[in-house]
């Protein structure tokens, strides 16, 4: 046998083995989050990984709202501007969405469970004008994000309270964060004190960082 013919060999038996193990570790991690409806091949966009943890990441601060001090104000091009308090927003017909998040780091997480208002039916409340055409997000720790209004009237887009049951913990946004799942999961503000609508896109905390404008996870836009 040839040199050249065994460095084949080795190749072909090394990407077999880094083939199997990664299907062992699909394996373990399906068993783990129980198997989901469709294969995770399709529900994992390029470039992201499952972890078992739920990451915190944010600027450092988790400003301490009580649900008792904690409002909403929704202002800009729209015919009703209001400030929602919590027991406000829990007199909205409340939903519940299973969704996968996937971070611009890297990290996603299938298959849980938020809920709250959905976006949709919050912002029926406030009637945007034909000409909001991009919200932009303010949160009690001074963060900004930008989005389509669009993508407000996503289904599965919500205005969260409770992360798999239970209320959202401070250091994940509680009392009440947005959650965008199908944005890369820096558009989906923890602590959420604002939406205000627009005509033009204004650039948020990441997105005058370098982040892209709109961040699809499934067309890979992570940075501008
Ligand atoms: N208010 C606020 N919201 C934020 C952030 C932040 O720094 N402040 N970070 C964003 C980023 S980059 C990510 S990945 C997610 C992380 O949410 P988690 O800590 O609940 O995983 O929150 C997003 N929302
Ligand atoms: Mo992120």
Known sequence: MSSGMYDDTARIAAKRAKLVSEKERWARERKRFGTPETPPGRRLPAGQHLVRDWPVLDLGTHPNIPAKDWTLRIEGLVDVPTTFDYRELSLIPQSERRVDIHCVTAWSRLGDTFSGVTTRDLIAEVRPRDEARFVLIKSYDGYTTNLPVDYLYEDDSLIATHWNGIPL?????????????????????????????????????????????????????RYA
């Not at 009392?175 to 004190?193: D, E, G, N, Q, T």
């Open 169 to 221: 913990t401070r250091e994940h946004g509680g009392p009440v964060r947005l959650v965008v799942p199908a944005l890369y999961f820096w558009k989906s503000a923890k602590w959420i004190r604002s939406i205000r609508f627009v005509a033009q896109d204004i650039k948020g905390f990441w997105e005058s960082r370098g982040y892209h404008m709109l961040g699809d996870p499934w067309k890979e836009q």
